[in-house]
Structures are given as structure tokens and as C-alpha cells.
């Protein structure tokens, strides 16, 4: 047999046989990302009310400051997004490009431009208002440096209007995890929409340290939703409804008090730097975000904690806190069915599924392969 064949042979199943293990590991004959799973550790929780949010640290932090997030180019203007169909020709770095893709406006489809010399960021949930309706990432995704325009998946979260608006602009906010989920799992943009009026998609008999126990009506319960959608969000936008003035200023007295508590439980770290969380409500563990390195959390820390407090603000409020153990469990890597698709050269993007629990993974390809953002939900449907 020639040699090159047979080692081929042998590199692939070497790459099966790793499929599922800790953290960012994965199959086949692509490049590994550099791992900083072995470095993972949790610290104490950090509890207010029926939230607890447990710092994951690590002392192998990886160099992510090539990577332009939503915010930053936004703001630069280096990234435009803008309705389908809306401009005929766009000029990127004094070329005119004549766009391939459909020319007629979407709900489910933006164009999103990236002039920046540095590849786009985006996560799933991340909230673009403006144009004909507010509308949030689909899935995490890397945008390369200087592309053309590039049709851009999104979901919507303004269900009562399609009329022209302003030009897009970041709201620098991530949805809160009910409505993440629907949009990364299920994909349905019905879906998005009830979580957006429902406010949570978890069942007051959810979570087993919880089944059984009294638990009081949740501050955003979906009749208070609808009331707010009734005086001050017609259109149903997400923006509006979760920054209104009935719900602000719970979640600002929320999320300020939490930052309090984990700015002084991260405090005197030596060697090591917080890179991510894992989050629960009540007595259960439902999510986490982990990154690459202390910088990419930061950036993405203060609309990922609001949105942590939102989503615990439409829960029953349990009082229970989730055993240090059991937050443990999702710094493992999953075992089950992988589903994997790549851009060559610029991501890699991968969920795997287990029982009730789903992984998302995007591996940034260049200018080195490394797990950028990795995800872990207890699905609530």
C-alpha cells in the first residue's frame, strides 16, 4: 500500500478515536485548535436571587487581539450591515462589487459588509437594530478581513414591523438565552418570536433540585411582557420591550449588584485570568460562554451578564444554588452526533449533542487555528 495512503488511513482514525473528548478537541484531518481546556478551573459562585454565575479561569489564554468584534466595527463604521437588496453596487476599499446573491429584502437575510483589516466576530443573539426590523445573528461565524459583501443569517426579534428604518446599528446586546436558543438549536423564526413575548422558554417544573419546590412569580412574567408590548413596544422589538422603563431599571439593579460580587470574587487571581462562565438558575445549570482568552471575555462580559439577568428575571424564582459539581460538568466535552460546517480557511463552526445538552464551537483557521467561543446549553425544549 503507498505509504502516504496508509498514513492518511492511520492520521484519520487517530482523529476518530479523540472525537468527544475534553473541551475543544475534534476529529478528522483538519488542524486542531490550541487547547485551553486542560487550564479550566471554576471558582465559587457568584449568587444573587435565582442566579449564579460560576468563573471559569484559566492560565492558557491565547492571543485573540487580530479579531474585530460586532461593537468595534460597528462603531468604526469598517462594518456596515444593511437590509438585502438595499444598494445595487457597494464600494468596498474603492472597488465596486456587484453582489451575487438575491437582490430582494429578507427577514431571515442580511448583507453585511467588513472593510476592517481584521476578521469579524460575530456570536449567535447578537442584536443589530435598525433597517426594516430589528434582527439578531443566527450563529456564531467568522467573517474574513476586507471581504466582498456576504449575505448574513440572521433571525428577527421586531415581529410588528417591516418598514424602513434607519441604517443598522449595534444595540450591544445579546439576546438572553431563552431566545438565543431557539435561534442557534431550533432555527425557527416562529420560535425566536414567542421566546421574545414569553421571555422564557424554561418550564416552572424544570430542573430536578427544583421540581416540587414553591417558587414565587417571576418579575417578567410573560403578562408583564405583554404589557409592556401594549405601552411601550408596539412592534414587539426586543430592544424596546427589554429596555423598558418598567424593565430596565430591575435588570440595571440586577446586573450591577452580580458585577459587584464578581469583580471581588476574581479579584488577586495570580496566573490566572477569567475567560468565561457557567451560569444557573436556581438549582440548575443551563448555559455557559467560554473563550479563548481574558481579553475576548471582557469585551463581550457586560451584554452577556445583562442578558444572564434577564433571562433570570422571566425564571421562577428559586432560591437554591447549583452544586459546584454539576456547573463542573460543562467543562467537559459532549459525546454525541456532531454536526460540522467550514468555511476554508477562515471557521470552522461544530455543535454536538448529548441527551439534553448541546455544544456549539467556532474555531477561528488563521492566522492559527484556536477555539474562539464555545458554548454549552441545557436545551429548555
Avoid at 482514525?13 to 478537541?25: E, P, Q, T, V, W
Avoid at 484531518?29 to 490550541?34: F, G, K, L, V
Avoid at 430591575?250 to 449588584?257: Q, R
Avoid at 432560591?319 to 470552522?348: C, M, Q, W
Wanted: net charge neutral; proline share 5%; aromatic share 8%.
Amino acid at each position: 500500500m503507498d505509504r502516504n495512503l496508509l498514513g492518511s488511513l492511520v492520521g484519520g482514525l487517530l482523529g476518530l478515536s479523540s472525537l468527544g473528548a475534553l473541551g475543544f478537541a475534534y476529529g478528522g484531518s483538519a488542524p486542531e485548535p490550541e487547547r485551553t481546556d486542560g487550564g479550566w478551573r471554576l471558582l465559587e459562585p457568584v449568587t444573587y436571587e435565582n442566579l449564579s454565575i460560576f468563573p471559569v479561569v484559566s492560565a492558557n489564554t491565547l492571543d485573540t487581539g487580530w479579531f474585530l468584534t460586532l461593537d468595534e466595527g460597528l462603531a468604526s463604521g469598517e462594518v456596515q450591515v444593511r437590509e438585502r437588496g438595499s444598494d445595487a453596487l457597494v464600494r468596498n476599499r474603492g472597488r465596486v462589487i456587484q453582489p451575487t446573491f438575491p437582490a430582494g429584502a429578507s427577514v431571515n437575510q442580511l448583507v453585511l459588509i467588513n472593510r476592517s483589516k481584521r476578521p469579524l466576530l460575530l456570536l449567535a443573539g447578537e442584536l443589530v437594530s435598525g433597517g426594516k426590523q430589528d434582527r439578531i445573528i443566527g450563529k456564531d461565524r467568522l467573517v474574513p478581513a476586507g471581504s466582498e459583501p456576504l449575505p448574513l443569517d440572521v433571525f428577527c426579534v421586531e415581529h410588528g414591523r417591516w418598514s424602513a428604518g434607519g441604517n443598522f446599528t449595534d444595540a450591544k446586546t445579546i439576546v438572553h438565552p431563552s431566545v438565543r436558543e431557539q435561534a442557534t438549536l431550533k432555527r425557527d423564526q416562529g420560535e425566536v418570536w414567542s421566546a421574545v413575548r414569553a421571555g422564557t422558554t424554561a418550564k416552572p417544573n424544570e430542573g430536578s433540585p427544583s421540581v416540587g419546590l414553591d417558587y414565587s412569580a417571576p418579575p417578567l412574567a410573560s403578562a408583564r411582557i405583554a404589557r409592556t408590548i401594549q405601552s411601550e413596544a408596539p412592534t414587539e422589538s426586543y430592544d424596546k420591550i427589554y429596555k423598558s422603563k418598567g424593565v430596565t431599571g430591575s435588570v440595571d439593579t440586577y446586573a450591577d449588584e452580580l458585577q459587584r460580587r464578581f469583580a471581588k470574587e476574581t479579584a488577586g487571581l495570580k496566573g490566572e485570568r477569567v475567560v468565561g462562565v457557567v451560569v444557573a438558575y436556581g438549582g440548575e445549570v443551563a448555559w455557559s460562554d467560554i473563550f479563548a482568552s481574558d481579553d475576548l471575555f471582557q469585551l463581550y462580559w457586560k451584554k452577556l451578564l445583562r442578558s444572564y439577568v434577564v433571562e433570570a428575571l422571566a425564571r421562577p424564582g428559586y432560591r437554591e444554588v447549583a452544586s459546584r459539581n454539576d456547573a463542573g460538568e460543562f467543562l467537559r466535552g459532549l459525546k454525541g452526533r456532531i454536526h460540522e460546517e467550514t468555511e476554508p480557511g477562515v471557521y470552522r463552526w461544530r455543535e454536538i449533542n448529548e441527551g439534553r445538552l448541546s455544544q456549539i464551537e467556532l474555531d477561528a483557521l488563521d492566522p492559527k487555528v484556536m477555539t474562539l467561543h464555545r458554548l454549552l446549553i441545557h436545551r429548555t425544549s
